[in-house]
């Protein structure tokens, strides 16, 4: 198993780096603006490597029967439309409506196939199963995630970073479990590939992922987390607590925003992560503190849910507190001119 994972990883980066040479090829740059994080042009399109190398793996993991046909089909289908699309608009302008058309149509092609929302766990027990309302709440769950991935996906390292550390959190929830079989396969999987993009990203970014690296990540991350809550419901709340910082962020900025009257869908540079980096001056130093929040107060929280000791609602609360005082503080979603 571990040569799939290295093998995964040395192709990752070996294709990083040919993509890089064509965008630069290409003129497939990523210009700096007013709203963007970083002062110089920078290739963009590395995230295809993860995107080829990750779906090949599934699909020989599937062919070796590692893994669930459903699930396979579900990684497949989803991740090949979204990359796609985030390529296609990587290399010139796919208007919104059609890519949110993709981003629904891929999340109801995991639906199918996963057979809906998993039951979810709520407080002292109680199981709850929203039957086909589900599917539209499973739908609006992965399109916001994918969404939000790319959102978040703005310095460098960062997007590379929460990827490769929840993975790594999925796996050791699945290892704790009693439910589990292989299903840690895929999220190491995607861990290893990730780190071989890393390597061209890591600050300073020597290639940008672009819209299909990080909408990818975002869908495979949401599948993989409602594979969770069908292999046992508390394990949803794990991925979600592991997933808390790009979804705190994330959600926090946009409910401001919204709330202010501003254009949500237009780019901007306001949350709590890109205020941090200006506050600092490094992108290493933001993107190493989301390594460090996933791995030291995150995961803890995600493995005691995991086990049962805590509730899925409380952990989650627990968790995603500081992360909310930690959102405001760096003022997510705040107009620019309010800093200071």
């Known amino acids: 198993m571990i040569w799939m994972w290295l093998l995964a990883g040395v192709l990752s980066w070996g294709l990083t780096g040919l993509l890089r040479r064509y965008a630069l090829e290409r003129s497939l740059l990523d210009l700096p603006n007013e709203r963007s994080s970083h002062a110089v042009a920078m290739p963009r399109g590395g995230g295809l490597a993860i995107v080829l190398t990750c779906l090949a793996g599934v699909l020989f993991a ?19 439309l979204v990359a796609l699309v985030g390529w296609l608009d990587d290399h ?5 409506r059609w890519r949110l058309l993709a981003h629904f149509l891929g999340a109801m092609w995991v639906l199918w196939w996963l057979g809906g929302l998993p039951p979810l766990l709520l407080l002292f027990g109680a199981v709850i199963d929203l039957g086909w309302l589900g599917h539209g709440v499973g739908v609006l769950y992965l399109v916001w995630l994918l969404n939000l991935y790319n959102f978040m996906d703005g310095i460098d390292g960062i997007a590379g970073i929460e990827a490769v550390t929840v993975c790594f959190g999925g796996g050791v929830l699945y290892i704790f479990s009693p439910m589990a079989n292989q299903e840690w396969i895929v999220p190491i999987l995607l861990l290893a590939t990730v780190l071989g993009f890393l390597v061209w ?3 300073k970014a020597r290639i940008f992922m672009g819209d299909a690296g990080s909408g990818f990540l975002g869908m495979m ?30 959600t926090v900025t946009l409910f401001r925003r919204v709330q202010r009257g501003d254009k949500f ?4 540079r306001s949350h709590a992560y890109q205020y941090a980096s200006r506050y600092y001056g490094s992108h290493k130093k933001v993107s190493l503190a989301v390594g460090f929040i996933n791995s030291l107060w995150l995961l803890p929280v995600a493995i005691l849910v995991g ?9 989650m609360v627990l968790a995603y507190a500081p992360l909310i005082l930690l959102a405001f503080r760096y003022k997510a979603g705040a107009r620019e001119l309010q800093v200071g």
């Open 92 to 96: 010139g302008h796919v208007a919104a």
């Open 307 to 315: 086990l049962g000791v805590l509730d899925g609602v409380i952990g």
């Open 62 to 80: 599937g062919w070796a029967g590692m893994i669930a046909l459903n699930v396979v089909w579900a990684l497949l289908g989803a991740g090949a």
């Open 201 to 203: 990203n890591f600050p």
């Open 265 to 268: 869908y237009e780019a901007h």
């Open 221 to 250: 991350l949401g599948v993989l987390s409602l594979q969770a809550g069908w292999v046992a419901p508390e394990l949803f709340w794990g991925w979600l607590i592991l997933l808390g910082v790009f979804i705190v962020d994330a």
